[in-house]
């Protein structure tokens, strides 16, 4: 049976809809996907939960397994955690309370603010990076896309990430630190769900990323709660225990929103796992070691362009800025105070992030060095066209599956045309000989 804590995914294929197309596996950045018998299926141990395919998939095969409002049930207490790409998604003029009082309304019985984690978030990145200034540069955690991304592909990168929870980790833990002492509730009495743009952040809960078990219960899609939040934008006010944001957690929602925040002049924003992964080569290369910290977001136009979200990123990235700038970026938080508990560890990481071997070939390095030299051969034997009909991404893909026994040579229509032209002459061949104890008519008519 596989380990769930290994092989957990948000991202999940429908066998159903799926046609075998191969849209999927030229579009996966970690090459996770490929198609066999007609169906696609996912590597596990590559997919990193980025939804790329989700958005490609013409046939709606992939979708992200998410958690319904009906599990709001299961606990006493229950905390709606709404992501700052949330806040984008909405017509305009709806403000965060809008959002909020909607969110009560549906069911929820307190609503915390990630924007405000995220201020906090921004105190201690920066209280970070201005302590540690060997080593550059220091790359983002709040992807947690990214974060997989390097685990499977740039595993010597993993030093370079900031161990530093992400904003929705450090909501989730005040809300339940908070409500606990205010309530009397014990941590497993409060069910703390986040409203999310991504599938990689439902993945996070069951599978965490740096630390062994996520403050965060269930993560509920954006694009599966809208529609309630959608009517009931007109619910009444309610007091609530937390604090409100302001517009500096907002700007999280959207790329360069995080690096704005922190505050930094030397900073770099990339966003589009194409683009991330071009950046990342970039570091693994030692060329940007002039650069203090790197704010990768997989999505376009960061959180707002997640896979879950609904509205268009361009328009969600001009309703989080007006919203931002109408919030205000004069922040409650006192930031002495941030400082005191970043000084204890209270926003670090409580373990280390470990790296994926989703491209080891064998366990055995001497088997792995041989699979690789016929890799190698194999790959020149193919004709590198990476057309992706053998339901692999490319050819080195291909050549990688058959080194594994994952796949055939003749999987390759190229390669399987050029063995029935050959079988064909050779079949042409022998029928043109006879054996020599059977003669011809005319050999026979020619011995008279």
């Known amino acids: 049976m596989k380990d769930l804590q290994l ?147 740039f595993p010597e990168l993993i030093k370079n990430i900031i161990p530093i929870q992400s904003p929705m980790e450090i909501a989730a833990k005040r809300a339940k630190e908070i409500l606990g002492e205010k309530y009397d509730l014990a941590p497993e009495e409060i069910g703390v769900f986040f409203i999310s743009p991504c599938p990689a952040k439902a993945t996070s809960i069951k599978q965490p990323i740096g630390t062994g078990r996520s403050y965060v219960d269930g993560v509920i899609s954006i694009s599966g709660i809208f529609g309630e939040i959608v009517k009931n934008l007109d619910a009444k006010a309610f007091q609530s225990v937390f604090p409100d944001s302001s517009g500096i957690g907002i700007g999280w929602g959207r790329s360069g929103g995080e690096n704005m925040a922190i505050g930094g002049d030397n900073y770099l924003a990339v966003d589009g796992i194409q683009n991330c992964i071009e950046v990342l080569e970039e570091v693994e290369m030692n060329k940007l070691s002039d650069v203090d910290y790197i704010e990768c977001q997989a999505c376009v136009g960061g959180c707002i362009g997640g896979a879950l979200t609904v509205e268009n990123h361009y328009i969600a990235r001009v309703k989080l800025r007006r919203l931002s700038e109408k919030m205000g970026y004069q922040s409650i938080l006192d930031e002495a105070s941030v400082i005191e508990q970043f000084n204890q560890g209270y926003y670090h990481m409580e373990g280390e992030i470990q790296a994926k071997s989703a491209f080891k070939l064998d366990d055995n390095l001497a088997e792995a060095i041989r699979k690789m030299e016929l890799l190698e051969k194999t790959v020149k034997d193919l004709p590198g066209l990476d057309c992706g009909s053998c339901g692999s991404p490319n050819c080195r893909a291909l050549a990688e599956d058959i080194v594994k026994g994952l796949a055939n040579e003749t999987d390759c229509i190229f390669k399987l045309r050029d063995k029935v032209k050959h079988l064909a002459a050779e079949m042409f061949d022998l029928a043109q000989k006879m054996p020599p104890t059977m003669e011809s008519e005319d050999r026979g008519n020619d011995s008279r």
């Open 7 to 153: 092989f957990y995914h948000s991202v999940t294929l429908d066998v159903d809809k799926c046609k075998g197309c191969t849209n999927c596996i030229k579009g996966c950045p970690t090459e996770a996907i490929r198609v066999r018998n007609g169906r696609a299926y996912i590597l596990e141990n590559k997919c990193i939960d980025c939804g790329e395919c989700i958005r490609i998939c013409p046939n709606n095969a992939k979708y992200a397994a998410t958690d319904s409002i009906d599990r709001l049930k299961d606990f006493k207490f229950t905390v709606a955690l709404p992501a700052p790409s949330l806040f984008g998604q909405f017509k305009e003029g709806t403000t965060t309370k809008n959002v909020i009082y909607a969110l009560k309304k549906i069911g929820f019985d307190e609503v915390y603010q990630v924007p405000l984690a995220a201020e906090e978030v921004s105190i201690a990145i920066r209280e970070y990076i201005s302590r540690h200034k060997n080593l550059r540069p220091i790359i983002s955690s709040s992807c947690p896309a990214v974060i997989r991304l390097i685990q499977v592909r």
